[in-house]
């Protein structure tokens, strides 16, 4: 198993880099809102953890040349992907009873 | 470094003993056993997520709105905190790969208090929350209280996926505090690190909840109430 032979140094110099990667995300996560795509700012937030989610699960969690476990990932992105286009994409934005639903208009809202 | 491995024995019925063959010698079971739990996590926060994403859809400004009143700064320390903690980790976990047992105990104590300063940062936040009258089933929260009905949907998933990843952060000091007991008793070693591994993409996927979690929340209303979607 690969995991056995160890490049200490090697290894020592990919965690750092991933760190310097993931705290510079950080910073444009607090900087987004009020330098770019400022009328987007969902949209951006969602792209820069996208891309700190995706350095995590191939440096630290060690995912990089693992094949069946990122197919085992993928199915199950694919699965989340499909919940969210069924759910959010097609019934809630053709929502049709906002006027009598509970959770669109309760009576103490107003 | 006089780590040595003792291996797992177990007894039968009539006193034969014999050694255990199995997780610790087979990693990459281990390790893929590990993923489909964790996938098993991904399918409980990926439904949470899913009905804030519903609600959010039909309370977008209520929603931008209650993002703007969290505190960033207590959001963003702590998201800076779980960021280290997940190197400490790692490097802990290389140091044992590398047979340098002392300095991955060390790694995990190091990873153990931040994610206890995680969750006492944690604490003060949720606690000027409540005296601002922002907590389940408290004031503001209630029926009857005359914040937006979106507003209190917004608040009720915020500390229902914080909390429930606060729970992952405790577990995951009681998994810490045991992978050091069973390094003491040898049964973590340079060659049988399986635990280790596991417990650390254990705290990765903690890691990975929180990098949604933190910009689903704090981040969305920081453009001001008129930004976002």
Known sequence: MGTKIVNYQEEKKVYYKVLVGLLLLTAVTFIQPHMFMTHSTFLAQMVIAVIKAWLIVIYYMHLKGEKLITAMVWFAMALVAVFFIIVIGIDVSNFQYGADSYITSAPTAN | ?229
């Open chain 2, 1 to 229: 470094m006089s780590h040595e491995y003792i291996p797992e024995i177990a007894t039968e019925r009539n006193g034969t003993e014999h050694e255990v063959q199995g997780w610790q010698d087979d990693f990459y079971g281990g390790k893929l056993g590990f993923w489909l739990f964790m996938l098993t996590e991904v399918m409980m926060f990926g439904a949470m997520f899913l009905a804030l994403a519903y609600y959010n859809t039909l309370h977008q400004q209520d929603f931008l709105d209650a993002s703007a009143s969290l505190n960033r700064l207590l959001g963003g320390t702590n998201t800076v905190i779980l960021l280290v903690s997940a190197l400490t980790m790692g490097l802990g976990l290389l140091k044992m790969r590398a047979g340098d047992v002392k300095g991955a105990k060390l790694m995990i104590w190091a990873t153990i208090i931040l994610a206890a300063i995680f969750l006492v940062i944690k604490g003060f936040e949720w606690s000027a929350e409540y005296h601002h009258g922002i907590f389940l089933m408290h004031d503001q929260l209630l029926a009857d209280s005359p914040l937006p009905f979106g507003q209190k949907l917004f608040f009720g998933m915020y500390f229902t996926m914080t909390g429930l990843h606060g729970f992952h952060i405790i577990i995951g000091i009681g998994l810490m505090l045991w992978l050091l007991k069973r390094i003491n008793a040898g049964k973590v070693s340079q060659d049988h690190h399986i635990l280790y591994w596991n417990i650390a993409l254990y705290w990765d996927i903690v890691h990975l909840i929180w990098v949604f979690v933190f910009p689903y929340y704090y981040m969305i209303g920081a453009g001001g109430a008129t930004g976002g979607h």
